[in-house]
Structures are given as structure tokens and as C-alpha cells.
Nanobody
Framework: VQLQASGGGLVQAGGSLRLSCAAS????????MGWFRQAPGKEREFVAA????????SYADSAKGRFTISRDNAKNTVYLQMNSLKPEDTAVYYC????????????????WGQGTLVTVSS
């Protein structure tokens, strides 16, 4: 599966962005999907994950209450709605696909998008 992330940009603290990740192929609904982020000089970290059907979700503590992951299997797309953004959310955000569901480690994801940059100004 090939993944293409989009929707990043520059936003002020307290603002919102919605990231999208479009997937190629007919088997999108068989992949657990996740969002990760990587800030300059830091390791890539888990943000959120969603199950094959979309019924189950998982979030990093930093994302709980502010971010929402969702998917539309008919459109082969996964989303990350980000509200109440903070300067510390500044990072390149990556979507990823896994044969497993609701996993939070990079090694469990077989396919990665190219990343989209989110910059939150104070």
C-alpha cells in the first residue's frame, strides 16, 4: 500500500488542522492505521491509531482530548483532526499502515507516508 499525507501547515497556538492520508490499493480496510510525528532532533513518536473498521482508537497521552483519528474505508483515507494545537505539537506528521490493529510502535508498521509538516506558532 502507498500512503500520501497532506494537510499540514502553519497555525497559531490554539488553532486546528486536519491531516489526511490517502492510501492506494483495494485492501485499505484490512490495515490498522496510525499517525506518528517527529520533531527536530527527536525520535519519531506515536500519536494515534485506529482499527481496521474504525471502531477502535488509541491515543498518546499528549493527544488525548485534543486529537481525533478517523477513517473512511470507502475513500481509502485516514484523518487526524487536531484541535487546541500547542507549539510542542510542531513536527513532521507521518501516517502508517500495519497488519495489526491499534499498535503504538514504529516497528509494527510496514508502510509509511512521506510526512507532512505541522508548525504551531506561539
Amino acid at each position: 500500500v502507498q500512503l500520501q499525507a497532506s494537510g499540514g501547515g502553519l497555525v497559531q497556538a490554539g488553532g486546528s488542522l486536519r491531516l489526511s492520508c490517502a492510501a492506494s490499493g483495494r485492501t485499505f480496510s484490512t490495515y490498522g492505521m496510525g499517525w506518528f510525528r517527529q520533531a527536530p532532533g527527536k525520535e519519531r513518536e506515536f500519536v494515534a491509531a485506529i482499527s481496521w473498521s474504525g471502531a477502535g482508537t488509541s491515543y498518546a497521552d499528549s493527544a488525548k482530548g485534543r486529537f481525533t483519528i478517523s477513517r473512511d474505508n470507502a475513500k481509502n483515507t485516514v484523518y487526524l483532526q487536531m484541535n487546541s494545537l500547542k507549539p510542542e505539537d510542531t513536527a513532521v506528521y507521518y501516517c502508517a499502515a500495519s497488519h495489526l490493529e491499534l499498535v503504538d510502535t514504529t516497528s509494527r508498521y510496514a508502510y509509511w507516508g512521506q510526512g507532512t509538516l505541522v508548525t504551531v506558532s506561539s
